[in-house]
């Protein structure tokens, strides 16, 4: 049986995303493939998550943080470069999950870290978890990817996901976190780069074989049209925003003018219904608002880009538009 190591060194999630897809659909499925990568802090949601409930949007605009989708289900997890990142591709007929994970297991070994599985998706060491697992299946082919906490800034986990419900009336899953702990605890000295030489070499062990390590950069994306249009794909916004699930925003306020009562449904990304109950005198503002909204991407930008062109076409209606938009923004971004 063939063998084939791939590590990248980009750490842009939408690359690395992209090649994990690139070698699920694309390479050939008679070889093990072993693929090692971290990315920059990123948010990853599951196919099914909603961004706005998962995670602060808009503080990880501020900040630079990467958001990314995976093809795969589960739930949102924060990666940065304290994150070393797995993944095994198989044939289907010779699959083997408990093999991949004794791989990683022997790996740590290696690094005087013993570390056992948990369950059908985790790996701990003591009763802290490491490592969670997700697995995917074709007709030919069985994959396993993995995330391994080296020296995660744990901190960032609060600061970017969790944010206040808003009221959100939100279909898809939502994500249950665990007692973690990074590998650092139980050997200081162990890098992204130690373990992903650990995993070669365990990979290597395990099949009785030796083969070179092929490193991926962004040039790959010239050499290999496949992997650009799957990357393509993940960096694009309709992918990462649109793709969510219908939802609904309800929220209420009172302003000097009158009560607002604002319900938005959103499917793919973009308002499609805004119902605005006010006992405002002026109605034709609450129409104007209902107009500006409708058809508009559930961003900060677009929301505000909406209501500053109407404050410019209705220089009657700019004070209350306003006061009306800044606390819109406001609550999108609480």
């Not at 008679?30 to 409930?53: A, C, M, Y």
């Not at 059908?120 to 069985?142: E, L, T, Y």
Request: charged fraction near 25%; glycine fraction near 4%; include cysteine.
């Amino acid at each position: 049986m063939k063998l084939r190591i791939l590590k990248s060194e980009v750490t842009n999630p939408w690359f690395n995303l992209a090649t994990e897809d690139w070698i699920f659909q694309e390479l050939k499925p008679d070889t093990h493939i072993l693929f090692l990568w971290r990315n920059s802090e990123t948010v990853v949601i599951g196919r099914s998550q909603n961004p706005w409930v998962e995670c602060k949007t808009d503080k990880m605009e501020q900040d630079g943080v990467y958001l990314a989708r995976r093809q795969s289900g589960g739930g949102a997890v924060f990666h940065d470069l304290g994150n070393t990142n797995f993944t095994f591709l198989s044939p289907k007929e010779e699959y083997n999950q408990d093999a991949n994970f004794q791989i990683i297991i022997n790996a740590l070994k290696k690094l005087g870290i013993d570390a056992t599985q948990s369950g059908r998706n985790d790996m701990q060491v003591g009763d802290r978890k490491i490592s969670g697992s997700a697995f995917k299946h074709a007709v030919d082919r069985s994959f396993h990817h993995g995330t391994l906490l080296v020296d995660a800034n744990m901190q960032k986990l609060g600061d970017y996901l969790n944010p206040h419900p808003l009221k959100l009336q939100a279909k898809g899953i939502k994500s249950v976190r665990s007692r973690v702990a990074n590998l650092v605890e139980f050997n200081d000295s162990i890098t992204h780069d130690s373990l992903s030489d650990a995993i070669i070499e365990a990979f290597c062990d395990y099949y009785g074989e030796t083969v070179a390590v092929e490193e991926l950069d962004e040039a790959t994306l010239k050499a290999e049209p496949h992997l650009n249009k799957f990357y393509q794909q993940m960096a694009d916004w309709d992918w990462r925003f649109g793709k969510t699930p219908q939802f609904s925003h309800h929220i209420e306020t009172r302003f000097d003018w009158g009560i607002v009562d604002l319900h938005l449904d959103v499917q793919q990304a973009v308002i499609t219904e805004v119902v605005i109950f006010s006992d405002a005198l002026n109605v034709e503002l609450i129409d104007e608002l209902k107009q500006a909204l409708t058809d508009t991407k559930y961003t900060i930008a677009d929301v505000k880009a909406k209501l500053e062109a109407l404050k410019k076409n209705r220089a009657d209606l700019a004070d209350q538009v306003t006061d009306f938009e800044q606390w819109l923004v406001e609550q999108m971004a609480t």
